[in-house]
């Protein structure tokens, strides 16, 4: 069999847009994660956000206990790194909690780096 070889011009689909030429690996981008953060105050009792982390996130006792103090000295801490949906959820049930006892806690969310 006679192997054709391509002239330098007429090579197929070697003539338009690079652009679309320069995709090599397959496109394998995982969806962001956010972190849910908790922030400090004055006024919410210690032992209600404790309550809170046992209840949405999931801690132990003692791990709620940890967390809770690490807000109270440093202002906030990171409680949980979801999806953009359980994190939405998260926020939404510590936000409808806390706001159902009338404590100003604050729940935040933001994407992961
Ligand atoms: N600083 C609050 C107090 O002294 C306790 C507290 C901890 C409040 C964590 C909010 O996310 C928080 N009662």
Redesign the pocket.
């Known amino acids: 069999m006679i192997e054709h070889k391509w002239m330098m011009s007429e090579k197929p689909d070697d003539d338009g847009d690079p652009s679309l030429l320069v995709q090599t690996r397959p496109k394998t981008k995982r969806p962001p994660l956010y972190k849910v953060l908790?922030?400090?105050?004055?006024?919410?009792?210690?032992e209600?956000?404790v309550h809170?982390l046992e209840r949405f996130f999931g801690m132990t006792h003692a791990e709620a206990f940890e967390i809770?103090?690490t807000?109270?000295k440093k202002g906030?801490?990171v409680v949980g790194v979801f999806s953009h949906e359980i994190a939405e959820t998260k926020v939404g049930q510590v936000m409808d909690f806390a706001r159902r006892h009338q404590?100003p806690?604050?729940?935040t969310m933001e994407r992961e780096e």
């Open positions: 908790l922030l400090n105050d004055d006024y919410t009792p210690m209600f956000v809170v809770m103090l807000v109270h906030v801490a404590h806690l604050q729940c």
